[in-house]
């Protein structure tokens, strides 16, 4: 495993990573999340992602109870502020939120930090400013190490980063965006600008498209699929065009490449987003033991993908952005 | 009951809020305060509103018995320094008074920290400077979440906006004007460029104008009125020359027009204030839950004030600030 | 009695204050101290002067026992740092010294804070930037509420607003110097551009001039005064030449002048300090109840001092600062 | 023993001091720590230099056990973070494994706070900027007093005080770079500019070469030397070319004029350092009490080295940096 910079950031991250993401405290109960982190921890994974509306907060006191296994040094744990309740100040990025919220994920994860915060989208009712001095706030009270965001736009990146040069504030370190063979406007376009000016780190998540990239809906939706299981999934990928036949056929002819490689669709898909060099960390979403090692061995794929591989994965993909 | 961001600043309030000042340890009892802070809260009511001075901190101490049987997130606290005790360093809002206080209001409010503390007035004897970086330590000491004033002059509310811009500091959010049909200089006029300069956010206080604007004292203050019972009250009103008979005679106008509403006289003045967009919300001081859920109804007559019957009544009032 | 500002800070000091300098754990044990402090409290005195040289620390130890019947919202309690012992890093104001100081002097006060924090003596060791951005820390830790100096020049004064306010810290409030009718260089000419600059408070010592200013040397020095109890008091005043005959002559006259107002020597001599705008406070140093409430009366001779009188004084004096 | 002031901050140190690399739980236990620390004390020694790399934390450990018969502002103790373990994010001084690393520190040092605390070495993963805001931060929370680096480049400095400069905040004071007769580019050229610009002090380690200036290798390397233990320090000094028989030679000359001066080799080599102005303190590696009181001999030996004497060592030497 490798491990990289969240962008210029001094900590190291696992390029592969372990998300609790619709799969802690809903696929995975408590023994569950500790055998998965486990086999994960052994294969070179160090961070473990999260977020106060995973499975309402259950998602996080699962984790919690599972790193108390572990050196705390060893484990990079993020937490994501946003939705945290269902009151008027339960929703979003304002102070009070997000000290209110940092305060119950804290006691959640049983822990006194964590090492990334992310404001989990942007919140157009409270002002960029705000939210940076609250996250300067966290980082100097020691509640978390470091601070970013997810699903932000490059201008409200930019804002970011200019009132924190302005107010000597700490700055974001790393977006956690969608990132996949079908969706690279923002990684590969809309965020080119701030990779070298702010040294921004990407954490990208959704790596097989909601299960698109595995090939297994290839052939329609199995029922126990997670695509099955959770309705706003399928609703989000129709709603994105994602589910098209066009993407289906492409995807059916990527397995080809990943078969002559030796290698899983999966396994190509994850490896794909591991050659940008933008990216820190790709978190996968792996609800069994086996999916974290099938997924790892994404890595090795990796090597396989030289400059002719990449061009053929291209040319069938044909969504480059300009 | 809608929820408005308090200027804007990310944290939200209900636009209708139950103020403690003459009620909570004077007319309200133990028992009083918790019946009438659920029926707030029932109605929607998120904010509650308090300060060191008020009933020489009974208020407080009632309020934080009271707010045990809720989810800290779920609501928005306030109190307000100046009035402290009896000693030189007990008034104003001094570095020493201001922690002094704040350090003691949280303890009979039993809280780590309130939402919002204000300078319950402007102190000509300590530099802006001064309170404004005292400010900034409370909040980011977490005994506090968010800053602001009452009472003070556009003026000195610059010039605290300065400060903070200039020293990085973190800005006032709200100012706590009196505010009804009677009194609109500072809210409609001397505030104007600060709304929206500074995003400043406003929470009202004195809707009904001491009770005059509820109609009960059209014919005279009856004996077991609050403005009977609190002597200073009455004094207030005749000093400002709101007891006058012109106004006692619009306000039999106007209890005319709410009448045609379908609403009450104290209604008709809540909702009117609602209808300004630069009051976040409205301060009441209700004695007795029914009086609550009385002038909660305020937020459906504010529906009902149409173009042409806010023209009528400002035909009535004629005391539009120019 | 009077309370007045700090300078420009928002704090209240009594224009009469109580050191413990020379008294406590010297002149006075802990019953001694306890009744000097509470004759002081009931004549209106609420700021304490102490400082970590005192009596190696008792002059603390002591103060900390009798100030436990206070509320601590009424009491101005101070301490200085530069004298801690005997060790390399025991002297002076570097940020080691300033902080392993206050923690050790809130320990013998057994408080959370004092008001007001001094550097006991400039310090050409450290720089003053490193002083500055440790008193700021002092501050901003909650151990002091506003901090000065002691014995500074105007030129070391200047460069510690500089550095404040280009570094956006917290600056200096308060000076303590010398001060009385026979040591005027420094408060009346060296500092006199500050005042309005920076709104320098001061907090003056030795008023009396180590009792020269009493009349009591007026016929050569009593066995059992301070003055023949601590040799470095009057090695000091032979240093500063104060102890010239034409000085006691001066004295002699004065006391003509006091005795016309019906006034000992010493409160003429404190009246005459009280006169002087720049002065928030007079600290005396007083080694019994009795002269405790004879120097407070001076706050009532302050009122005789008419422009007349005054004049009369400065001829005697004859030493006004070009 | 002469006390420095660490470049221009304030805090003093001892211009002989003691290392614990190398000695302290590897050729020292429990009772040879306390033994060589008391006779360092008693000595004039009042600081003592640590890291976390130093036996894997056990050095650390064993000061901390040590030092709890001390007063603790009669000592400056230090640590430093790079180190801290196989992880990932144990390396380097990123803000997770400096605030981690400084954490577990304190813990073993069983110390609320270091005097000193170093950046081990430069860290090419994290930008300096990180590790100025971290620093700062460490600082401010009480964590250490002074900040500085150890093998930093001049440029790698320069950068940091820009960055602590135009952030307002705390820059580094101190250095720890190799220095002695043999490795002078550092301090005698590169850190010119420094000193004066921005008063950075130097404590300075292996004064004797790993044991080359003491004449021991002379004729051969000794069995029981620690350079014969620790294959890392020879291969360190052959790397560097010093163990050359062109050094051996000059040592044997050197150890002439040591010789005329009543000295050892080992004295007349830290002298040597100690008359140079730049440097705040001489680390010794000492694992023997008698060779502590040898080296704090040294001192004396100093004021026998007369710009005459200096000539004659330069011309042996024959390395002045140009």
Redesign the interface.
Known sequence: MK?N?LG???????EISLGSWLTFGNQLDTEGVKQTMRTAYEHGI?FFDNAEAYANGLSESLMGMAIKEY????L?ISTKIFW??K????L??????L??GIW?SLKRLQLDYV?LIFCHRP?P???IE??V?AMD?I????LA??WGTSEWSAKQLEEAYTIADK????PPSMEQPQYNMFVREKVEKEFLPLYQKY?LGLTTFSPLASGLLTGKYNEGIPENSRLAKFKGLKDDLEKDGLLSSKNIEKVKRLSKIANDLGATMAQLAIAWILKNPHVSTVIIGASRPEQVIENVKATEVKDKLTEDVMLEIENILDNKPL
């Open positions: 491990y910079n210029k950031a001094g900590i190291k991250v696992s160090n050196r705390r040094e060893d990079v945290g309740g009151g008027p100040n339960d979003g990025v304002s102070r009070k939120h000290l209110e119950n090492d919140d009712t409270t002002p705000e939210t001095f706030y980082i100097r009270n020691g190490l470091y107010r000597n504030l700490i040294g």
